[in-house]
């Protein structure tokens, strides 16, 4: 057989220049096993190579079976795994075969990473939702706000009996917590007044008037009010007593129920308004919407005898004195979102809003919005109760 002048060429040339890199390559130390596992997983995730494989020419198959091991694409017996491949320390934590591994056991392990990925984008996906009700304009009424976050603007719920409890909706939105400059106040309640930007991102739903006797008493079986009637306002309870009352009703209805935080109170109170009392500055304002030391005949009034804000929620000043979920401390808060208070506040001193049925001229400044006030009188002191709309839409 004769051959044209190249192929003679390279027939002389060719051991001579391959014989080196055939020795070279033969010479070559086998690769770590950690390698060839990893390439394995690679090749398995993405189920490529595989199907190259067997979609190849069965003589092409042949050809790769008959290479040394150390060339092969996929040598079982390199599937030796480490105790420092992250991949098989996952493939332990699930009980899942590793030594050697085999290709089921990795599709299982691929299903269960592509689970673990699926939640947490659902989990981020839901704390998004969260934050997607839309905030309060300042101008829309409740209705308005409500029909725009596809929430009832009311809600009534069924405590047993003839009893209802009634909540308002209170739009998310931000303001302006605490008293201006020309508010008239004491210098300590000033000092603790000092006016900051709060976001509130969550509407809720706020009692429409302070929790009653008969509402306590169908909850807890107890009434420990000073002043006994069904359509009172509860008092002379202690906060972990407001506390247990939230809890246990939550239970029974299958709802989140919380006092107010501190902000959300001062928001729902304030509903959109700067001025000391929702219906102005001045005490004939006060008079208007809240029962205190000159109007009271010194005793608890009923619900809905006075003026509601703008949001429909009634006794914001005056005549029972409303426990808050935070803590009380003397630093006034600062620019927050959904502040829930001081985290070293003391456990057993509250936070108490908007005065009594007993404030006289000397203390009727207790009775504005922003007044913030430890716990103590607890004769005069009740609250009023939160209802939590859906965390996400
Ligand atoms: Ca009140």
Redesign the pocket.
């Known amino acids: 057989m004769t051959f044209p002048l190249p192929h003679r060429v390279l027939r002389i040339l060719a051991p001579s220049v391959l014989a080196p890199l055939v020795a070279a390559r033969s010479e070559e130390p086998p690769r770590p096993a950690q390698v060839e596992f990893n390439r394995d997983i690679r090749a398995f995730g993405r189920n490529q190579r595989r199907r190259e494989f067997f979609s190849a020419p069965a003589s092409r198959r042949a050809m790769r079976s008959s290479m040394p091991p150390n060339l092969r694409r996929t040598p079982r017996s390199a599937m030796k795994a480490s105790p420092n491949n992250r991949v098989t320390m996952v493939a332990k934590f699930f009980k899942l075969p590793t030594d050697p591994m085999n290709p089921s056991a990795i599709m299982k392990l691929s299903r269960i990473l592509q689970t673990v990925v699926l939640f947490f984008f659902l989990a981020t996906f839901s704390v998004a939702a969260d934050a997607s009700y839309p905030q309060w304009d300042g101008k829309e009424t409740v209705a308005e706000y409500a029909k725009r976050a596809s929430l009832a603007p009311t809600l009534t719920l069924d405590l047993g009996g003839d009893v209802k409890w009634e909540g308002v909706l209170i739009p998310a939105g931000a303001f302006v917590m605490g008293s201006p400059a020309g508010e008239a106040k004491t210098e300590q309640q000033s000092a603790m007044e000092k006016q900051h930007k709060v976001t509130i991102t969550r509407p809720f739903y706020l009692g429409k008037f ?1 929790l009653t006797q008969a509402q306590y008493e169908k909850v807890t079986g107890e009434n420990p009010s000073g002043t006994k009637g069904d359509d009172l ?1 509860v008092h002379n309870v202690s906060w972990q007593n407001a506390q247990d009352f939230c809890e246990k009703l939550g239970q029974q209805l299958g709802r989140e129920v919380q006092l107010p935080t501190e902000a959300q109170l001062e928001y729902a109170c304030r509903a959109g308004t700067t001025t000391a009392y929702h219906s102005g500055n001045t005490i004939a304002d006060l008079d208007k919407a ?1 029962w205190y030391g000159a109007n009271s005949g010194g005793r608890p009034h009923r619900g809905g005898e006075k003026l509601p804000n703008a949001w429909g929620v009634y ?8 426990f808050t979920r935070d803590c009380f401390a003397d630093a006034p808060p600062e620019d927050a979102t959904d502040p829930t208070g001081p985290k070293d506040g003391d456990p057993k001193n509250h936070v108490v ?4 049925y007993s404030a006289n001229a000397a203390v009727v400044l207790n009775c504005r919005a922003a007044i913030r006030k430890p716990t103590e009188a607890l004769a005069i002191t ?1 609250f ?1 109760v939160l209802v939590a709309v859906p965390a996400g839409k």
């Open positions: 302070e306002p809240g006794d914001m000043h005056g005549n029972i004195r409303e809003r908007g005065g009594g009740g009023r």
